[in-house]
């Protein structure tokens, strides 16, 4: 079942870290409907696939400008 976007506007990696650590979950636009970046237990997490792996930062996740937050 795909994850519903909030609407709201877009925003870039620093933010979306910043609301990973308020312990919100984030995806990008680019990215399907199941993929979203979250924190546990103080390690950065992307649920992929229906699978939770830890998150290898890629250029485009860093300098990305198009986060959001998902319910």
Do not use: C
């Not at 979950?25 to 990215?31: D, G, N, S």
């Not at 992307?46 to 400008?65: A, C, F, P, Q, Y």
């Amino acid at each position: 079942m795909p994850t519903p976007v909030i609407k709201q506007d877009q925003f870039n990696f620093k933010t979306a870290l910043d609301k990973v650590l308020e312990g919100k979950k984030v995806t990008k636009l680019e990215w399907h409907n199941d993929h979203y970046g979250f924190m546990r237990a103080d390690i950065l997490h992307i649920h992929r696939e229906g699978k939770d792996n830890v998150w290898s930062l890629s250029t485009g996740d860093i300098s990305g400008e198009d986060y959001v937050v998902v319910e």
